[in-house]
């Protein structure tokens, strides 16, 4: 491929919705890989002979090349053997009295009346709940310092400790006290941090929970967000939209593009690599920003090096590439949540818009909501239940103002806060204010539909009639 890869050669992949008989098969290799890390030692070891076992029969019919089924068992026995040592380590935890330095691994939030926040303590991770003094002192705190703590390190109880998986966390620490003095950060995290308090000084004409929302949209800072807020927004069909996902990495790619393709071909994509880790790290190295920068990064790799791929087949590689890196996150909920909404998607959403067909604008923008929800349909209905209907609706109104708002709120908010430090703040405050108008309305779409829910057997009968009517208009579409 020529030396340059400009945004016109990105499409070609990332809009390449046909899913061919191959792509399916690796997804289901992918889908047993996931089994695989899960899986007990009993039930990964059945797995592996139902594999061994399939791949002699795909050998006896020449389905499947010699090669290519040692390399399935391979990658799957490998993926035992890596899942076993994940869970072996975060298994392997030193409990007991603890006094000297922690890192900070995560912005302490408030919950209720205790700050929660999680320290590493000697290469083990614990969640933390702190009231009073040492709540307050340890409010302050910036992810990547170091604080001087004393308490007393235990397990979680029985049953409640994969919960915690994704996030490496192995016990609860007990804080008894905290030190006045922290040791800073490295350069990089203090980057990051440097980029987040100017978001936060950007939007600081703000009322707070404007700003608590906004952070959540652009930079998935979801800490200052009220219990009220969080829940309108689970309520509403709307959570995903202060989870920073692969929209707000394309938002971000999208906006450094000019730049990035006026490098050549080496440093664009040493460039491009390192603005997906360095959001990563300002996400706070969310599951779902996760999967979205090593899609992206895949997907832009493929492009330049003339290679590109399909985008079903690029979504389990995504996956199984993230899964070998970290099998623990297997039991993060944000990451298969991100998962299903891109093979919705990917899947249903050109389709769908297909069917609708006029408005274009409206067709495509329901086509994707549609797609969307039925993609992350099984797992919430395992974890939350069943959706409200309206979300679709909802998410129609809210989801392009929310759009805006990530594509233009992380460059105004920084440019508000840089020309606030010279004594320009009513500048930057008006430069700001279109972006407040756009949070507010996004508040208020998940506060209104927050209410307008259905819930059991009528919301059920609804999403049967939505169906139903996806299904009529996929057959008039087709006789016509």
Wanted: proline share 3%.
């Amino acid at each position: 491929m020529p030396s340059g890869t400009t945004r016109r050669d990105l499409p070609a992949m990332t809009t390449s919705y046909d899913v061919r008989r191959t792509d399916w098969l690796i997804v289901f290799g992918v889908a047993v890989y996931l089994c695989v890390t899960r899986a007990s030692k009993t039930v990964c070891i059945a797995i592996l002979i139902a594999v061994a076992i399939s791949c002699f029969v795909g050998l006896r019919r020449s389905i499947i090349s010699r090669s290519g089924a040692s390399l399935l068992i391979l990658i799957f026995v490998f993926g035992a053997i890596n899942s076993q040592r994940a869970t072996n380590d975060f298994a392997d935890v030193r409990l007991g009295e603890y006094e000297g330095y922690a890192t900070v691994m995560s912005d302490p939030q408030n919950i209720g009346a205790a700050t929660r926040t999680a320290l590493e303590i000697e290469g083990d991770r614990f969640i933390v709940y702190t009231y009073g003094r040492p709540a307050w002192r340890l409010a302050g705190a910036k992810v990547g310092e170091q604080v001087f703590v004393r308490g007393l390190r235990e397990s979680f109880a029985r049953g409640t400790e994969s919960r915690w998986m994704a996030q490496h966390i192995k016990g609860k620490f007990r804080l008894e006290s905290v030190g006045e003095q922290r040791l800073v950060a490295s350069p990089i995290l203090r980057s990051v941090q440097r980029v987040r308090d100017l978001v936060q000084l950007g939007s600081d004409s703000f009322e707070f929970n404007d700003r608590a929302l906004f952070t959540g949209l652009v930079i998935g800072d979801d800490t200052r967000q009220s219990e009220s807020m969080i829940d309108a927004f689970r309520k509403s069909g709307l959570a995903h939209l202060v989870a920073v996902s692969g929209q707000n990495v394309s938002f971000v790619l999208a906006a450094l593009s000019p730049l990035l393709s006026r490098l050549k071909n080496r440093l664009r994509i040493i460039a491009t690599l390192g603005v997906l880790a360095w959001f990563v790290l300002i996400t706070r190295v969310e599951p779902s920003v996760v999967r979205a920068a090593t899609m992206a990064g895949l997907a832009f790799l493929s492009v330049t090096f003339g290679r590109p791929t399909r985008t079903m087949r690029l979504i389990a590689l995504t996956v199984l590439l993230a899964v070998i890196v970290d099998p623990l996150l297997a039991w993060s909920v944000g990451f298969f949540m991100s998962v299903g909404a891109t093979c919705g998607l990917c899947i249903g959403a050109a389709p769908l818009a297909q069917i609708i067909r006029r408005p274009k604008w409206l067709a495509q923008l329901i086509g994707a909501t549609v797609a969307a929800q039925l993609g992350v349909m099984p797992v919430v209905i395992l974890i939350f239940g069943l959706p409200s209907v309206t979300g679709i609706i909802a998410n129609v109104l809210a989801v392009p103002i929310a759009g805006l708002v990530m594509l233009v709120g992380l460059p105004m908010s920084l440019f508000s806060a840089l020309i606030s430090n010279f004594g320009l703040g009513e500048i930057g405050d008006l430069v700001m204010l279109p972006i407040q108008v756009g949070v507010r309305w996004v508040w208020w779409v998940a506060e209104i539909f927050a209410h307008l829910r259905f819930e059991g057997t009528v919301n059920l009968a609804l999403w049967l009639g939505v169906l139903a009517g996806i299904i009529a208009l996929r057959h008039r579409s087709s006789s016509v």
